[in-house]
């Protein structure tokens, strides 16, 4: 990446991809009357996570652009091999059953603030349009552009610059921690970030990163649209069923194992 990029410009860069996205969002939540009247949210409340999340990544491609740069090199959107997707896909399963049970076992500890539950009042949408907003928002739109930033973008600078890979990828997954505003579950994405951090480097493309993102997310929405169902086919006395579990546990290691012994890249 061009040294005509500094550092301290990377981060400004990034910031102002966010607070562009939570302008665009204002906008858009300002048009809709259920923000003040306590209604069931409207339309324009899940247009204004869509076009944030779309605008997030906007201001670092006209950066790129302005500079002549790369779009695909310096968003490491490098092609990967079968295999690679395929350990992805195991890394999504054994990630989404354990960060489960982390979450069951901190709950217990420190029970979830009501604050936070009425957030799932935003992920249960009346109407079939703001149903399909909802899920392209979170479950694609969301993790492609967070991955472009991010790991993409962030670490994959700082790494070059700093020469020091744990280093990018602990500041970059706190950044990524920090700009979701949930100190809940603050743990939790930080740990998330790291997975992807790691990935992204490792395999020198964030698709693999995408493909756990997108499998997290959409896990999640999942759980949350079951309900009870899913409680009934996970759960085993309020933890996630041993074997579950353990097929997770198993499915983590193998697939990590798998990416530190296996050539990656597309030959």
Known sequence: MSRTITVRLAFGIVILSFLCSLFIASIFSALDPSILSGDPLGIFSYLALFFAQVFLVIPIIALLRKNKMN???NFRLKAVSKRTLLVSVLLSFGTVMVSSEINIIIEKIIPIPQSFLNLETLLSPE??????LIFLTIVLIAPIGEEMVFRGFLQRYLEEHWGDITRAILVT????AAIHFNPYWAIQIYMMGLLLGYLSWKTKSILP??????????TSMLFMALGENAEKSLLWKDHINPFLLGLGGVAFWYGLKSLQSEIVDIS
């Open 71 to 73: 779009l695909y090199e």
């Open 209 to 218: 990163s995408i493909v756990v993102h997108v499998a997290i997310n959409g």
């Open 127 to 132: 109407s079939t349009l703001s149903m399909v």
């Open 173 to 176: 997954s706190l950044f990524f």
